[in-house]
C-alpha cells in the first residue's frame, strides 16, 4: 500500500527539518506533503527542499489536513505535526493495521520529546494516552489526535473528510465520524514524540482541560468544538 503523510505548518522552520527527516527514515516509505499557512520564517523554504510537496493552505488546520487529503497519491493517508519526531517503525507500526480489510482508522500515543518533557508532562500524556485507548477499545469512542493518525483514504472521503469550519477538534470529529464505517485502532507500540512548546506557553492546566474537554464533552452531550465564523 501507498502511504502519503500530511503535515500543516505555520512558522515552523524550528521543527519541520527534523519532523520530516524522522519520516524519511522510516522503514515504511512515504510521500511527504506540507500544508503551509503563510509562514513569515523558513519553513516554506526548508520544506521544499526536504518534501515532495507542498501547498498553499489557510489559517485553518481542517482545512489544510482536508487539501492534503485531497492530493496525497498514497491509498492511506497520515496526519501529523510539525513539532512531532517519529521512531523508524512508526508507519510500520500505525498502517499494517491496514492488512485488515475492515480497518478504517488507526491512531497511537503521543509523549513528550525526551530532552523537552519533564515527569509530570509525561504522567499527563501517558494518562491521555490509555484514556483514548480504553475509550476506543471499551466504549467504541474514536477520539483520536490530528498528531498521530492514519485513514484509509477512500473511507476518510466517504465519512465526509475533515469539517473546515471547525476551529479545533477537527481531529476526533473526523475519526468519530470514520468510526462509523469500519474498524479503529489505538496501537500503543504507534508511537510519536512531541515539543512542550504548547504546553509551556498553556500551562499544564489549560493544557489538561483541551485534552479532557472532547471525552468529556462527549458524555454530557454538549458541543465539543467550536465553528469558524
Known amino acids: 500500500m501507498d502511504i502519503t503523510v500530511v503535515i500543516p505548518t505555520l512558522n515552523e522552520e524550528k521543527y519541520i527539518r527534523r519532523c520530516i527527516e524522522s519520516l524519511r527514515n522510516q522503514t515504511r516509505k512515504c510521500q511527504i506533503i506540507v500544508v503551509d499557512s503563510g509562514s513569515d520564517d523558513k519553513t516554506r523554504i526548508i520544506a521544499a527542499r526536504?518534501?515532495?510537496?507542498?501547498?498553499?493552505?489557510?489559517?485553518?488546520?481542517?482545512?489544510?489536513?482536508?487539501?492534503?487529503?485531497?492530493?496525497?497519491?498514497?491509498?492511506?493517508?497520515?496526519?501529523?505535526?510539525?513539532?512531532?519526531?517519529?521512531?523508524?517503525?512508526?508507519?510500520?507500526?500505525?498502517?499494517?493495521?491496514?492488512?485488515?480489510?475492515?480497518?478504517?482508522?488507526?491512531?497511537?500515543?503521543?509523549?513528550?520529546?525526551?530532552?523537552?518533557?519533564?515527569?509530570?508532562?509525561?504522567?499527563?500524556?501517558?494518562?491521555?494516552?490509555?484514556?483514548?485507548?480504553?475509550l476506543n477499545d471499551v466504549f467504541k469512542k474514536a477520539l483520536f489526535r490530528g498528531s498521530n493518525t492514519a485513514y484509509r483514504k477512500d473511507a476518510f472521503f466517504r465519512a465526509g473528510g475533515y469539517n473546515t469550519r471547525l476551529r479545533s477538534r477537527e481531529d476526533s470529529d473526523i475519526t468519530m465520524r470514520i468510526s462509523k464505517i469500519?474498524?479503529?485502532?489505538?496501537?500503543?507500540?504507534?508511537?510519536?514524540?512531541?515539543?512542550?512548546?504548547?504546553?509551556?506557553?498553556?500551562?499544564?492546566?489549560?493544557?489538561?482541560?483541551?485534552?479532557?474537554?472532547?471525552?468529556?464533552?462527549?458524555?454530557?452531550?454538549?458541543?465539543?468544538?467550536?465553528?469558524?465564523?
Open 182 to 229: 469500519g474498524k479503529t485502532v489505538f496501537d500503543m507500540d504507534a508511537l510519536v514524540y512531541t515539543s512542550m512548546r504548547r504546553r509551556k506557553k498553556l500551562g499544564w492546566l489549560k493544557t489538561i482541560r483541551y485534552y479532557l474537554d472532547t471525552p468529556i464533552s462527549m458524555i454530557t452531550g454538549k458541543q465539543y468544538y467550536e465553528e469558524a465564523r
Open 50 to 134: 526536504h518534501a515532495d510537496l507542498v501547498l498553499r493552505g489557510q489559517r485553518n488546520i481542517a482545512y489544510n489536513r482536508q487539501i492534503g487529503a485531497e492530493n496525497a497519491y498514497g491509498s492511506i493517508v497520515v496526519t501529523t505535526d510539525a513539532d512531532c519526531f517519529h521512531p523508524a517503525d512508526w508507519l510500520e507500526n500505525l498502517c499494517g493495521h491496514f492488512d485488515d480489510s475492515d480497518v478504517v482508522c488507526v491512531s497511537g500515543p503521543t509523549m513528550p520529546i525526551p530532552e523537552e518533557g519533564n515527569v509530570l508532562d509525561r504522567f499527563c500524556y501517558e494518562s491521555t494516552n490509555y484514556l483514548l485507548k480504553v
